[in-house]
């Protein structure tokens, strides 16, 4: 296959061009600037065959013009780059939460031209359900517990909505997409390849746990793009 990853530089989305190019896949990196970009991840591999582009995720021109040619494109879109600068992308995505709704209406103008192309977007936790019909942004009390849990400000809850609104905006449309919510906790560690998926409902472990390392989310992205099980739908993952 042949797919654009967007966010190729970021904590998760590395780690899908990685697990892409370990299977064989030709892999579109994809980042704001990609002149500037010295370490590239997925390089040493020397499996599958990779190039680097750059893109403007919020300008449906800009997407357009890199989806020639793509089988698969998946959206890492995050405002600023956590992996390398965590309190620089929590307080942009804090000033403009929005941004992950524009986004998501560039990508699914981009695809009119190319309704062939599927799209995977790498979103959030809290649009997911604790339990049946409470969904934890909608709850300030659950959502400022989980952010203290996670070390993150409250007010990063207005991010968290607006991952909500980016989902919304997919679902209104008759695209190929997928939207991911990956579990509570996510962090760098080891590739097991053994994990559970869920629909729209947090996935945990034997002690309430909501957790996966970015290479296994990244294994579960790339499983998703070789055996489509949820077009038109959201999933989610945890041990």
Not at 40 to 63: M, R
Not at 94 to 104: D, H, K, N, V
Request: without cysteine; negative net charge.
């Amino acid at each position: 296959m042949h797919i654009g990853v967007i966010g190729a530089t970021g904590g998760i989305g590395s780690r899908v061009v990685t697990e892409a190019l370990g299977r064989g896949h030709r892999v579109t990196a994809l980042t704001r600037d990609a002149s500037l970009i010295s370490d590239k991840p997925g390089d040493v591999t020397g499996q599958g065959e990779i190039a680097w582009k750059s893109v403007d995720v919020l300008d449906a021109d800009s997407i357009a013009a890199i989806l020639p040619g793509l089988d698969l494109l998946i959206s890492g879109f995050q405002p600023g780059n956590a992996a390398k600068d965590l309190a620089g992308a929590v307080h942009r995505s804090i000033a403009e939460p929005t941004l992950f709704s524009t986004a998501a209406r560039a990508l699914l103008t981009a695809l009119e031209s190319h309704p062939r192309t599927r799209l995977v977007v790498i979103g959030g936790v809290g649009s997911l359900e604790v339990e049946p019909g409470r969904v934890l942004a909608d709850s300030d009390e659950l959502l400022h517990a989980t952010l203290d849990e996670l070390g993150l400000p409250r007010e990063y809850a207005a991010a968290v909505r607006g991952h909500r609104d980016a989902l919304n905006v997919l679902r209104t449309s008759n695209r190929r997409w997928t939207y991911f919510s990956p579990a509570k906790e996510i962090f760098p560690g080891e590739r097991t390849g053994r994990f559970r998926l869920g629909d729209d409902q947090l996935v945990v472990d034997a002690h309430g746990r909501s957790r996966i390392s970015m290479e296994d989310a990244a294994v579960a992205l790339v499983d998703e793009a070789e055996l489509p099980r949820y077009v038109q739908r959201r999933f989610t993952i945890g041990y």
